[in-house]
């Protein structure tokens, strides 16, 4: 464990390792269609985010994806002084929180400039930015190239579909999401790690005094991993919350979430979760194009049959993915 230094508050989890073995079916040594500065960053997040500073300023931003954000609304909506908060959150996550903010919204701005038809205006605009000139002026500081070069480069990067992505398309279906109350751990890594995640997360409803194996158990994909640099890709576990929280799940690392209701696609995956990106591509790469929608903001859902922490290693792990549609 490490201590940041000369700052109060417990002892700040060891970041993961980002040059272990590549798994190749989940994972890219670097992110084919993301910023040229990936590769040259040495320090992470946990992998486990426990430190309720950061993990109430993360709650807020979150919640405030496209409008004005301030450093000093954020620190106080974490409870702690402007001076503590912005050395806590850059020991913690490994960047500052207006570079934390900054790479979010052009991540999420180049997802849809990879997949989406809109405008680089409106784009922009949803993306927190006043004028098509700042935006443009940001992603190139970002990703040193323009906004409608990167959107020609990322698509011709995409691999091209085949024949049984467009049979796999042929079973998603669409439908509305209720509102649904949820209980979360955050977690970074690639999705190479998920398997260890919802193992951790068991160790903390069990410690929290909750029995892991009864609930119904919801991942929550929130980066694109052709954008984002895998040592920051955020990955959610989570229960369906009880009506009732006991206090030790009042307190951090769980946080509690209502995703609001809304429309989406949705595809069974009853493979090994190693395969789990070829669900993901089907919807994507070959269902989105042929259908009048747009993805919506939003992460993507991944509702598990069983708990995966009571799944056998390497066994189909039967899941439904969903993706908010506008």
Known sequence: MVMAPDEDGPPLPDPPAQDGPLHE??????????????????????????????????????????????????????????????????????????????????EGAATRLMFSPETILSIAVSSGYGSAEAFAHAFQRQFQVSPTDYRAQARAAIPP??????????????????STDLLVVRFYGSHAGVADYWRLFAQQLAAAGLDPHAQRAVGMSLDNPKITERGFIRYDCAIEAPRVLPAPLKQAPFWRMTLAPTRVARLRHEESYDSVFSAYRALTGAWLPSRQEQFGE????ERYDFPPYTMPSGRPVPITIELTIV
């Open 25 to 106: 079916s989940l994972e890219f040594p670097t992110p084919p269609a993301g910023s040229p500065l990936s590769g040259r960053r040495t320090v992470f997040p946990p992998r486990m985010l426990s430190d309720p500073t950061v993990l109430r300023a993360l709650r807020f931003i979150e919640n405030n994806r496209t409008g004005p954000l301030t450093v000093t609304a954020i620190a106080e909506q974490a409870g702690v002084s402007l001076h503590h908060f912005q050395r806590r959150f850059a020991a913690v996550m490994g960047e500052t929180i207006g570079n934390h903010i900054r790479r979010l919204r052009l």
């Open 161 to 178: 579909v085949g024949q049984e992505d467009h049979e796999r398309a042929l079973a998603v279906s669409t439908g509305w999401r209720e």
């Open 298 to 301: 939003g992460p993507a859902l």
